[in-house]
């Protein structure tokens, strides 16, 4: 049994079992961005921190996701082993997600622990069932560093105010430094990727799914705000925008030059290790893009007629910026090319923001829209018949 668990990889496509993980992230994005919602609407006193603690939750889960996504991709995940795995991570980001509202108050205690459990039981299990197997030390490191993070995110918990963001923020910290380092550990070193074994195919479909979450949650939100307050022109036409800007979205990351696909960027690497957390790191920026844009969207679909917003701005043109420019970043990682047209739409949202600055919050989203379809006009003009899209392999 160990030598198979160890031995064995992920060559295939995701199971049911890790899509039903991703729909509980469905769920986790939608609490999210009603909680980014009551940021930018009730807490504009403290803006700035609410959006901090708003990002810590979504770094948290953002965690167990990414590293549930690595485990799969490194190991069979038809063993009964790493089911039971994926089955106590669904229940643990679902019981983070319904906590996530009032992480900062009275549930912290519950979304700290429920976060330990699972970021420390995942690899502690693999250690287990591993014993004697030459990969085991790669979750010892882990299974070390995410003990480390565990103790600021438990003394954040118990502190509670200013100390429990101060505490996690330094937990989130060590999660990444580690990662960063390949989890130097005493008496074990650091990790090598000759012993990661990632299998390329699955962990990159598991980055393109993890972005489609985040395009249906833009739908989601939109949808629900324009449901409660009916079809009045105005809120029909920003619902109209925020779609075609989901479509153009999709577009701008799905369609991708032949041969530069995230699964052929992940067999040219030299260095998988790297590569799959660069790629985690870049897909993190798209996904709080997506998010942000949703969440700017849905606020001028229930208010239309709002006055000059700055904050409002920084959603309706910052979430397209953040995912165009994760999407530059991992095209850099994936390719070494610079699209000139991403670029492009990066500089006119930058001279636009002023003029928007000015204008009734009702331009905003438009603006932000026609950007994006000029990006996607644009690309196609260039060479109609370069970008294509690779087709998923049958089930």
């Given at each position: 049994?160990?030598?198979?668990?160890?031995?064995?990889?992920?060559?295939?496509?995701?199971?049911?079992?890790?899509?039903?993980?991703?729909?509980?992230?469905?769920?986790?994005?939608?609490?999210?961005?009603?909680?980014?919602?009551?940021?930018?609407?009730?807490?504009?006193?403290?803006?700035?921190?609410?959006?901090?603690?708003?990002?810590?939750?979504?770094?948290?889960?953002?965690?167990?996701?990414?590293?549930?996504?690595?485990?799969?991709?490194?190991?069979?995940?038809?063993?009964?082993?790493?089911?039971?795995?994926?089955?106590?991570?669904?229940?643990?980001?679902?019981?983070?997600?319904?906590?996530?509202?009032?992480?900062?108050?009275?549930?912290?205690?519950?979304?700290?622990?429920?976060?330990?459990?699972?970021?420390?039981?995942?690899?502690?299990?693999?250690?287990?069932?591993?014993?004697?197997?030459?990969?085991?030390?790669?979750?010892?490191?882990?299974?070390?560093?995410?003990?480390?993070?565990?103790?600021?995110?438990?003394?954040?918990?118990?502190?509670?105010?200013?100390?429990?963001?101060?505490?996690?923020?330094?937990?989130?910290?060590?999660?990444?430094?580690?990662?960063?380092?390949?989890?130097?550990?005493?008496?074990?070193?650091?990790?090598?990727?000759?012993?990661?074994?990632?299998?390329?195919?699955?962990?990159?479909?598991?980055?393109?799914?993890?972005?489609?979450?985040?395009?249906?949650?833009?739908?989601?939100?939109?949808?629900?705000?324009?449901?409660?307050?009916?079809f009045a022109v105005e809120r029909t036409s920003i619902f109209v925008a925020s779609f075609v800007t989901t479509v153009l979205f999709w577009r701008t990351y799905f369609y991708q030059p032949a041969g530069s696909t995230l699964a052929a960027a992940f067999e040219r690497s030299s260095d998988p290790l790297r590569f799959s957390r660069s790629a985690g790191y870049t897909h993190l920026v798209m996904v709080c893009g997506i998010v942000a844009t949703a969440v700017g969207y849905g606020l001028l679909i229930e208010d239309p007629h709002a006055g000059?917003?700055?904050?409002?701005?920084?959603?309706?043109?910052?979430?397209?910026?953040?995912?165009?420019?994760?999407?530059?970043?991992?095209?850099?990682?994936?390719?070494?090319?610079?699209?000139?047209?991403?670029?492009?739409?990066?500089?006119?949202?930058?001279?636009?923001?002023?003029?928007?600055?000015?204008?009734?919050?009702?331009?905003?989203?438009?603006?932000?829209?026609?950007?994006?379809?000029?990006?996607?006009?644009?690309?196609?003009?260039?060479?109609?018949?370069?970008?294509?899209?690779?087709?998923?392999?049958?089930?």
């Amino acid at each position: 049994m160990t030598d198979r668990l160890g031995d064995t990889r992920s060559q295939g496509r995701p199971t049911y079992l890790e899509l039903l993980l991703d729909l509980v992230y469905v769920f986790a994005l939608t609490r999210l961005s009603q909680r980014l919602t009551y940021d930018f609407t009730m807490s504009r006193r403290t803006l700035l921190s609410e959006l901090g603690q708003t990002l810590l939750v979504l770094l948290a889960l953002w965690q167990v996701w990414l590293l549930t996504a690595w485990m799969t991709s490194r190991f069979d995940p038809r063993r009964i082993e790493i089911q039971i795995i994926i089955v106590g991570s669904m229940f643990g980001a679902m019981i983070m997600s319904v906590s996530l509202p009032l992480a900062f108050g009275e549930r912290g205690v519950i979304f700290a622990s429920t976060f330990v459990a699972v970021h420390i039981g995942r690899p502690l299990l693999l250690v287990l069932v591993q014993r004697g197997h030459p990969r085991q030390p790669v979750s010892i490191r882990i299974l070390f560093w995410s003990t480390l993070a565990s103790v600021g995110w438990i003394a954040g918990a118990l502190t509670g105010g200013a100390g429990r963001g101060i505490c996690w923020t330094l937990a989130v910290v060590v999660e990444f430094l580690g990662a960063a380092l390949r989890w130097p550990t005493p008496g074990y070193g650091r990790s090598e990727s000759t012993f990661w074994g990632i299998g390329a195919a699955h962990l990159a479909e598991r980055y393109q799914q993890v972005l489609l979450i985040a395009l249906g949650e833009t739908i989601l939100v939109t949808g629900f705000i324009l449901s409660d307050v009916g079809f009045a022109v105005e809120r029909t036409s920003i619902f109209v925008a925020s779609f075609v800007t989901t479509v153009l979205f999709w577009r701008t990351y799905f369609y991708q030059p032949a041969g530069s696909t995230l699964a052929a960027a992940f067999e040219r690497s030299s260095d998988p290790l790297r590569f799959s957390r660069s790629a985690g790191y870049t897909h993190l920026v798209m996904v709080c893009g997506i998010v942000a844009t949703a969440v700017g969207y849905g606020l001028l679909i229930e208010d239309p007629h709002a006055g000059p917003d700055p904050t409002w701005l920084v959603l309706i043109f910052g979430g397209p910026v953040l995912f165009l420019l994760g999407r530059v970043w991992f095209e850099r990682e994936a390719s070494r090319r610079l699209p000139t047209t991403w670029l492009s739409g990066l500089l006119c949202f930058a001279l636009l923001t002023p003029v928007a600055a000015v204008l009734p919050m009702l331009a905003a989203p438009f603006l932000a829209t026609a950007v994006m379809a000029g990006i996607v006009v644009a690309d196609v003009l260039r060479d109609p018949g370069q970008f294509v899209i690779e087709p998923n392999p049958p089930v």
